[in-house]
């Protein structure tokens, strides 16, 4: 593969910058940048993005650089270009992604891709109607790469009193609801930023298991949670280890899965919150007999009512200079 010939135009660069700006991340932080450099594209963390509360050691952030990876590798593609990408080539840069030679893009590539578009969270309850085997075995074949594994839970009994604890322990926790408050779109005085998370796309009805817990969320006790996780599909995705490099191959993974299920007109939400709270991880191992570090948890399912698109930042603050330059970020 060489680089040469591969300069990319202003078009081309367009279309990968509005694919990796669709891409979902912690709350709608939109934590990267792009910095095209000939042939080559750096995915750049940006370690500015903190979220002390909820993502103390940075993880989500990563998890996020990791899915908006999925959408620039499958833009590439949709140019009918091969690609080659390298992760965590620098402390900031998440990936570099080396434009290859013309290759058309294959058909279960393009179905991806347009699916970018269209995948939102969906955090309400589903319709009826069990996800058939066959989508969950397409979501979990995506998903899969070397060192990370997509594992349909069992033991949804314990999962139902671990996730109980941590939402009453989070709806509680004063430091962390005011953080949140100010990435609730509406809660910051109904301007228009272009990140945060929508107030409309915080359903009320959603199992805590589904959303993101505030003051307000009810928990049902655990056997009505677990009647209700039980009636829903789940994957968590594992990573064989806790690096960098796995947070963002595990963020990768939960894209190509999650771009599966939109191609297949089922919908689904990712739930990452409880996972931060301390000695949660390990339980979650040991009680559900994880083969992995769980990174984060999908839902899936038929939608019963549609999702609006959350914002996004100008496409303009999505560009770095070889100088580094930030656009203003809430903080
Ligand atoms: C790494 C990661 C962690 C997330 N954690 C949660 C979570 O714990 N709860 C939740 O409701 N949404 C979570 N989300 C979803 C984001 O809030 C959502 O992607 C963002 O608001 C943008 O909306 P969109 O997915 O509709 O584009 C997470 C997303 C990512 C990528």
Known sequence: ????????????????????????????????????RGGEVDLIERRDVGLRRHDPAGRD?????????????????????????????????????????????????????RAITRRRTYRHPFG??????????????AGETAGVRLVVPRHLDKLAQLLGFATRVLREDRGYQRELALWT???????????????????????????????????????????????EALLIVCTDGDARAEHLAAGAALQRAWLTATAKAL??????????????????????????????IFRFGHPAVPAAPSPRLPLGELFASATGVFGPLRS
């Open 267 to 296: 919908a689904g939400s990712v739930l990452t919150q409880p996972l931060h709270l301390t000695g949660f991880r390990a339980r979650l191992v040991s009680e559900l007999a994880l083969p992995g570090v769980p990174q984060a």
């Open 128 to 141: 009826p109607g069990r996800v058939p085997a066959g989508a969950r075995t397409a979501l979990v074949a």
């Open 61 to 113: 952030r990563t998890l996020s650089c990791g899915a908006a990876l999925t959408n620039l590798e499958l833009a590439v593609r949709a140019l009918g270009r091969d690609c080659r990408t390298e992760l965590a080539t620098g402390a900031d840069v998440a990936a570099t992604v080396t434009i290859g030679r013309p290759r058309p893009i294959a058909a279960r590539e393009l179905a991806l891709y």
């Open 1 to 36: 593969m060489t680089t040469s010939g591969a300069r990319l135009t202003s078009e081309q660069i367009g279309l990968l910058a509005r694919a990796v700006s669709r891409a979902p991340s912690v709350h709608n932080s939109q934590p990267w940048q792009l910095l095209v």
């Open 185 to 231: 779109a509406h809660s910051h005085g109904g301007a228009v930023t272009g990140d945060g998370v929508p107030e409309d796309a915080l359903s009320s009805e959603a199992l805590p298991a589904a959303g993101l817990v505030r003051r307000g969320t009810p928990v049902p006790d655990d056997a009505v949670l677990a009647a209700r996780l039980a009636a």
